[in-house]
């Protein structure tokens, strides 16, 4: 077994262990002390951890910060990260994650490797996540908060801590207080359906644009944040096995779509500070 020493003589640091057993270079690597002062600060580069579904269900939790992707499409979603610096993150920073930081730097992305992977951010007892805590992720695979509309400190805080050490895609939801409840209990109830297999397709209408001051046929006040989810439910109950199919929107709901994303695109930039959805309320 030979060893490869890299120019600054730095053996332990700059060395990675291969699946083969060979010990090599680790050129583009980051050790777990460093990224450890990283995570929470804006130079914190995006966090992707592509160990498969064995080795994660033997240790469900996850580093703050980081998001799970399949290895073996790697560069399919590669594209996604252009314009950040990202750490691979595996087991022991072994072949899955060399092999995924090489299809990220191919896309143009500043990629490295956790040294030692998971393995070694675990034996230095620093902070994880546990899975089961966290809310369960939508069909984009983002977290999804709910809260209270008009926030006070610390729910402007709350979102801020989440997406620094929680989840970068976290999604949150600014209600009404009274109605709080009803938005997780949607969000809860299209996640138990899923759950549960009986969910054949689905999709969602985004863009719609919130009401705020609302009334019902009765005159109650209500709230809506204007997002609508359609799914479409298994046949005679028939447990689905795999996860359901997202579905394109349809040509007339794309379209609209991507009108309101201009819409509020040029708001934004003729507005600073304000959104289409306030504008147009």
Same mark, same amino acid.
């Given at each position: 077994?030979?060893?490869?020493?890299?120019? !600054?003589?730095?053996?332990? @640091?700059?060395?990675?262990?291969?699946?083969?057993?060979?010990?090599?270079?680790?050129?583009?690597?980051?050790?777990?002390?460093?990224?450890?002062?990283?995570?929470?600060?804006?130079?914190?580069?995006?966090?992707?951890? *592509?160990?498969?579904? +064995? +080795?994660?269900?033997?240790?469900?939790?996850?580093?703050?910060?980081?998001?799970?992707?399949?290895?073996?499409? &790697?560069?399919?979603?590669?594209?996604?990260?252009? #314009? !950040?610096?990202?750490?691979?993150?595996?087991?022991?920073?072994?072949?899955?994650?060399?092999?995924?930081?090489?299809?990220?730097?191919?896309?143009?992305?500043?990629? $490295?490797?956790?040294?030692?992977?998971?393995?070694?951010?675990?034996?230095?007892?620093?902070?994880?996540?546990?899975?089961?805590?966290?809310?369960?992720? +939508?069909?984009? #695979?983002?977290?999804?908060?709910?809260?209270?509309?008009?926030?006070?400190? +610390?729910?402007? &805080?709350?979102?801020?801590?989440?997406?620094?050490?929680?989840?970068?895609?976290?999604?949150?939801?600014?209600? &009404?207080?009274?109605? *709080?409840?009803?938005?997780? %209990?949607?969000?809860?109830?299209?996640?138990?359906?899923?759950?549960?297999?009986?969910? %054949?397709?689905?999709? !969602?209408?985004?863009?719609? #644009?919130?009401?705020?001051?609302?009334?019902?046929?009765?005159?109650?006040?209500?709230?809506?944040?204007? $997002?609508?989810?359609?799914?479409?439910?298994?046949?005679?109950?028939?447990?689905?096995? $795999?996860?359901?199919?997202?579905?394109?929107?349809?040509?007339?709901?794309?379209?609209?779509? %991507?009108?309101?994303?201009?819409?509020?695109? &040029? *708001?934004? @930039?003729?507005?600073? #500070? @304000?959104?289409?959805?306030?504008?147009?309320?």
């Amino acid at each position: 077994m030979g060893i490869a020493v890299s120019p !600054q003589g730095d053996m332990l @640091k700059n060395r990675v262990r291969l699946a083969q057993g060979r010990i090599v270079s680790a050129i583009n690597s980051i050790s777990s002390d460093k990224l450890a002062r990283l995570i929470g600060t804006p130079r914190c580069p995006a966090l992707i951890d *592509v160990r498969p579904k +064995d +080795d994660f269900d033997f240790s469900p939790r996850l580093i703050p910060g980081s998001t799970r992707r399949t290895h073996s499409h &790697a560069s399919a979603w590669a594209s996604e990260f252009v #314009g !950040q610096a990202a750490v691979v993150i595996c087991r022991d920073g072994s072949t899955l994650s060399q092999g995924t930081a090489a299809w990220l730097r191919d896309a143009g992305v500043a990629a $490295e490797v956790l040294e030692y992977g998971f393995e070694a951010w675990t034996k230095a007892a620093l902070p994880l996540l546990t899975v089961g805590r966290m809310p369960p992720l +939508d069909h984009h #695979g983002r977290t999804v908060w709910v809260t209270r509309s008009r926030p006070k400190v +610390d729910r402007i &805080a709350c979102p801020w801590l989440i997406r620094r050490f929680i989840d970068p895609r976290a999604v949150f939801l600014f209600v &009404a207080a009274s109605e *709080v409840p009803g938005v997780a %209990e949607r969000d809860l109830l299209m996640r138990d359906l899923r759950e549960a297999g009986m969910v %054949e397709a689905l999709f !969602q209408i985004s863009g719609i #644009g919130p009401t705020l001051f609302g009334r019902n046929g009765g005159g109650d006040p209500y709230y809506t944040d204007g $997002e609508i989810d359609m799914a479409s439910l298994v046949v005679d109950g028939v447990k689905r096995t $795999e996860p359901p199919t997202t579905l394109p929107s349809p040509p007339l709901t794309a379209l609209k779509d %991507e009108i309101w994303r201009s819409v509020s695109d &040029a *708001v934004t @930039k003729e507005m600073p #500070g @304000k959104k289409a959805d306030e504008v147009f309320k």
